[in-house]
């Protein structure tokens, strides 16, 4: 998501809008096709912000200041390109066997007075965009929390499990389901112990955990890169320890976990 931020920080701010493609109901929901155009057309965007994985941006409109927010789900991409259809940004790390310019899976675009555009290119639709999203109720960011938000945000005296709690971005900003599953793993505690259950050294790991995880994902690439992806299918093995891992529903997502080590710590609660 911070990569997207600084490509509409380098390349999308200051320039007047003129067109607005906010046709996909699904993705620009709750607005109605031409309800987000009419908010931007005629202004600019003048600064480029995020928190966990929500990013939005300040207008300066001649009749009202919006704030537009853009959230680019798992396949995400913003992309800005020249009037031409040269990608001049973000282009890059596409998915295999996309041409430049081929824009089959653009769900909101903005088009600037000289012809350049920013778009929201998104294959699996799982991206949003909306007016005036609701960011003064997010979470500190999870790539910058402090320890005193750490153990803030798991405060004790509750049966949620530590994975939902993790993900809730009222809390904690930034954290889905597959960095989630890397933290956990790496901390070695199971996603459905109890918050109220977590001892002070498995909250200690679990913040380090989440330093190192979002570290590791930023240096190498995204989430898509950290070490139990590509184990967390069946027939996968813990690659610490080898033992089967294990899968069900935590917190209504799809979790994964080691069989061994991550079930032990839900065992020496119990």
């Given at each position: 998501?911070?990569?997207?931020?600084?490509?509409?920080?380098r390349?999308?701010l200051?320039?007047?809008?003129?067109?607005?493609d906010?046709?996909?109901?699904?993705v620009?929901?709750?607005?109605?096709?031409?309800?987000?155009?009419?908010?931007?057309?005629?202004?600019?965007?003048?600064?480029?912000?995020?928190?966990?994985?929500?990013?939005?941006?300040?207008?300066d409109h001649?009749s009202?200041?919006?704030?537009l927010?853009?959230?680019?789900?798992?396949?995400?991409?913003?992309?800005?390109?020249d009037?031409?259809?040269?990608?001049?940004?973000?282009?890059?790390?596409?998915?295999?066997?996309?041409?430049?310019?081929?824009?089959r899976?653009?769900?909101?675009s903005?088009?600037?007075?000289?012809?350049?555009?920013?778009?929201?290119?998104?294959?699996r639709?799982?991206?949003?965009?909306?007016l005036n999203?609701p960011?003064?109720?997010?979470?500190?960011?999870?790539q910058?929390?402090?320890?005193?938000?750490?153990r803030?945000?798991?405060?004790?005296g509750?049966?949620e499990?530590?994975?939902?709690?993790?993900?809730?971005?009222?809390?904690?900003?930034?954290?889905?389901?597959?960095?989630?599953?890397?933290?956990l793993?790496r901390?070695?505690?199971?996603?459905?112990?109890?918050?109220s259950?977590?001892?002070?050294?498995?909250?200690?790991r679990l913040?380090?955990?989440?330093?190192d995880?979002?570290?590791?994902?930023?240096?190498?690439?995204?989430?898509h890169?950290l070490?139990?992806?590509?184990?967390?299918?069946?027939g996968g093995?813990?690659p610490?320890?080898h033992?089967?891992?294990?899968?069900?529903?935590?917190?209504?997502r799809?979790?994964?976990w080691c069989s061994?080590?991550?079930?032990?710590?839900?065992?020496d609660?119990?």
């Open positions: 998501m911070e990569s997207a931020r600084a490509v509409i920080e390349n999308g200051r320039r007047r809008i003129v067109d607005v906010d046709s996909d109901a699904y620009c929901r709750p607005h109605v096709p031409g309800e987000i155009r009419h908010a931007l057309l005629g202004g600019e965007l003048i600064t480029a912000m995020r928190r966990g994985k929500s990013m939005w941006c300040q207008t001649s009202d200041a919006v704030t927010g853009i959230h680019l789900g798992m396949s995400g991409k913003i992309v800005i390109a009037a031409d259809g040269t990608e001049i940004d973000g282009g890059d790390h596409w998915e295999r066997g996309r041409r430049p310019g081929d824009y899976w653009k769900r909101f903005l088009t600037f007075d000289d012809g350049g555009r920013l778009l929201l290119v998104d294959p639709r799982l991206g949003r965009v909306r999203p960011v003064e109720q997010l979470g500190p960011d999870a910058s929390i402090t320890p005193p938000q750490f803030a945000a798991l405060a004790a509750t049966t499990p530590v994975k939902a709690r993790i993900m809730d971005q009222r809390r904690i900003a930034g954290i889905g389901n597959l960095l989630a599953d890397e933290i793993w901390a070695r505690i199971h996603p459905a112990l109890a918050v259950s977590l001892t002070e050294p498995q909250r200690s913040l380090r955990a989440t330093r995880t979002i570290r590791v994902a930023l240096r190498d690439g995204g989430v890169t070490t139990i992806i590509p184990y967390r299918r069946r093995t813990c610490r320890d033992a089967p891992m294990a899968t069900g529903t935590v917190g209504g799809t979790s994964w061994a080590e991550q079930l032990k710590s839900i065992r609660d119990g």
